[in-house]
Nanobody, 115 residues
């Protein structure tokens, strides 16, 4: 099982980034997918989730209207489009696959929002 995130980097406040997560080794289309983030000294928090069909998405208030999660089951990828980025969005972003009691995590990609 592998989840490989990409697309992180340094961006100025107000800018945009698109993260991608490539999955392999499991039945991707049966799993819900989520993006989490963890800033230094803070708990890991959920920033977006999408069900296996891609028909239901959820976001916390902190990112609602700025972040969009999407998935392509034919390519086994999930993306996170992040717009209007703020310094407080700085964190390591992780991709997670979930199905019943099973969780798979990626290794994370750093996003830094700074001028």
């Amino acid at each position: 099982v592998q989840l490989v995130e990409s697309g992180g980097g340094l961006v100025q406040p107000g800018g945009s980034l698109r993260l991608s997560c490539a999955a392999s080794g499991f039945a991707f289309s049966s799993y819900g997918m989520s993006w989490y983030r963890q800033a230094p000294g803070k708990e890991r928090e959920l920033v977006a989730s999408i069900n296996s069909l891609g028909s239901i998405t959820n976001y916390p208030d902190s990112v609602k209207g700025r972040f969009t999660i999407s998935r392509d089951n034919s390519k086994k990828t999930v993306a996170l489009q992040m717009n209007s980025l703020r310094p407080e969005d700085t964190a390591v972003y992780y991709c997670k696959a979930y199905f019943r009691q099973i969780d798979y995590w990626g290794q994370g990609t750093q996003v830094t929002v700074s001028s």
